[in-house]
């Protein structure tokens, strides 16, 4: 049998290293900060303060500027938690699982931020804080999807039987993906359509739309930022017992 | 690729088409439940259920909302292009009802072929656009309706 060539380049093992992930990410973590600062104040600013008011909703509107970001990122994380987890069941590198562990938090908070803007948005627009349309339960089956993935954490002492059964569930899950995002279109829904799509123009005006871009971008970069925070303080933990990070504390005091 | 690996995509592979092949049948089949309302053209078609709560959607027909003095009734047509059906409601309607504009009542249809509501929600579309736009757009539309005529 033929031996296998290395198709990785190197800083992808120093990457797959906690310790080389740790000492790597370190100098990203100010630009990331600054960025989201920077993108998020402005978007905002941008958004509830010099954005028109819309024809129909008024004010209300103004929630989408939390609302999508929020439901995007809750979406691609979900697809950051399976992919890592994927990775962690084939190659059974230590990182992957540890970043699978560090999404789940993260995406179930956006869900949660997607889910309850939308009521309060539901409210005054629709009538209602809830209806048990396809694209709203879809997205509280995303809720609880990440809540099991947090769960099965939990369950084990073992890192990397938890890890197994975690990744397991998070594929699975993906399923939801695809049902969440064409929800609109398949089935009779009290949700609006897509305003942003992929190959036609926005069914935005551009004077809302650019700061909707802003905070999308702003929210890619928190949610960067903290997830790469997630990771390296996980990594900390599962590596405390370790020369590098005694190192790293006996440094840091003094 | 080492065998073993190979052999774990697979299997992860496997996993994910698995389950979204199980969870879409499951889907498709469960296809008419998971419709928030019925249209109106089913219902004049007989294939909503009858004798039990519904919810039916469709554009508000212009001209069609009539207020009966001294109630809080209102009566009013939702209409998908190709059926209508007449909706009665007593109670505040949303901020955003408005003639031409989608609406999702729930309730059940009377002897008399009404539909009796108890909830009407107003649908918003996907468009976002300042008040400015939205009355030049309007006002265009009138002008290319009076070339027209």
């Known amino acids: 049998m033929a031996r296998t060539r290395p198709i990785m380049p190197a800083w992808f093992h120093r990457l797959g290293s906690p310790k080389g992930f740790y000492s790597m990410t370190t100098p990203w973590l100010p630009w990331l900060a600054a960025a989201s600062l920077v993108l998020l104040i402005g978007g905002a600013v941008w958004g509830l303060g010099f954005a028109p008011a819309d024809a129909k909703q008024g004010n209300s509107f103004r929630i989408i500027y939390i609302h999508v970001p929020s439901a995007f990122l809750a979406l691609a994380g979900y697809y950051v938690m399976a992919v890592a987890g994927a990775i962690g069941l084939i190659w059974r590198m230590k990182l992957s699982f540890v970043a699978m562990k560090a999404a789940a938090p993260l995406g179930a908070a956006l869900t949660l931020i997607s889910l309850v803007t939308g009521a309060l948005w539901g409210k005054p627009t629709w009538g209602t804080y809830w209806v048990w349309d396809a694209r709203i339960t879809s997205m509280l089956v995303l809720f609880f999807l990440y809540l099991g993935v947090i769960a099965l954490h939990y369950a084990y002492t073992n890192g990397e039987a938890a890890g197994k059964a975690a990744a397991v569930l998070a594929l699975v899950g993906t399923a939801n993906i695809p049902i969440i995002y064409k929800s609109v279109d398949w089935w009779y829904t009290l949700h609006q359509p897509a305003t942003i799509k992929l190959t036609e123009a926005p069914s935005m005006h551009p004077s809302m739309f650019q700061p909707l871009l802003v905070m999308i971008a702003g929210f890619y970069c928190l949610y960067a930022l903290v997830l790469i925070l997630n990771i390296r303080a996980e990594i900390l933990h599962r590596e405390r017992g370790s020369h590098w990070v005694v190192e790293l504390a006996r440094s840091r005091r003094s | ?149």
């Open chain 2, 1 to 149: 690729m080492h065998p073993i690996r190979r052999q774990r995509l697979i299997a992860v592979i496997f996993v994910v088409v698995l389950a979204t092949v199980a969870v879409g049948l499951v889907t498709y089949a469960l296809r008419q439940n998971i419709n928030l309302f019925y249209t109106p053209s089913q219902i004049t078609a007989g294939e909503a259920p009858e004798g039990t709560r519904i919810r039916v959607g469709g554009m508000v027909v212009p001209g069609s909302v009539q207020r009966v003095p001294g109630s809080l009734e209102t009566l009013f047509t939702v209409t998908d292009g190709a059926g209508e059906v007449k909706i009665a409601y007593t109670g505040i309607l949303p901020d955003l009802f408005a003639e031409n504009e989608a609406a999702v009542a729930t309730g059940m249809m009377r002897e008399d072929g009404t539909f009796g509501a108890s909830e009407v929600l107003a649908k918003h579309d996907e468009n976002y656009m300042p008040p400015e736009v939205a009355d030049a757009m309007e006002k265009a539309m009138d002008k290319a309706h009076e070339a027209r005529q």
